[in-house]
């Protein structure tokens, strides 16, 4: 005879759900960008499929049992591509921003101008993202991203928590 074990949801208000999305290297947001004020190569164009990894969170899970709807996130998606997917990114401060602007007007790369540029900063960027998708999708506020991470390659990434 099996008997079966039955588990009791938590009652206490301090459970936490986390649960993660993550748009890896294979995704292909193939970004170029450089960081204009490093004193290393750092300063120069170069690329990386960035990797972006999203971490959720809620105290109540919605009435699927899920802190988000991973489905629901395809508009995350497609703000991440019109930002990273074969974009060349710099910062609104480059001294070089004019040159890139004309660049872009000819076609040959495609510029996105962000506040700044680097893993950190992409990182707080799509932590805005995830909340506007959140918050306009009415996930928010039982749901909330608590870190972003992303990375250039298996070694190096950068976290951002709110």
């Known amino acids: 005879m099996h008997r079966a074990l039955i588990l009791r949801s938590p009652k206490s208000k301090s459970a936490v759900y986390q649960s993660t999305k993550r748009y890896g290297h294979e995704v292909g947001f193939s970004c170029a960008f450089r960081q204009w004020k ?18 959720f969170e809620a105290t109540e899970l919605d009435h699927r049992n899920w802190v988000v709807d991973f489905g629901g996130l395809k ?23 004019f040159e890139l602007q004309n660049l872009d007007r000819l ?8 506040p700044a540029t680097g893993c950190e900063k992409f990182a707080a960027i799509g932590y805005e993202l995830a909340m506007e998708v959140l918050k306009r999708d009415g996930f928010y506020p039982r749901c909330r991203v608590v870190k972003v991470e992303v990375a250039e390659h298996g070694a190096n990434s950068a976290i951002y928590i709110p």
């Open 38 to 55: 490093a004193d290393s190569h750092c300063n120069l164009l170069h690329g990386y499929a960035l990797a972006f990894t999203f971490t």
């Open 75 to 97: 508009a995350l998606k497609n703000m991440l591509e019109k930002t990273f997917d074969h974009k060349t990114v710099v910062a609104e401060d480059d001294p070089y921003l």
């Open 107 to 114: 076609g040959v790369l495609d510029l996105v101008v962000l």
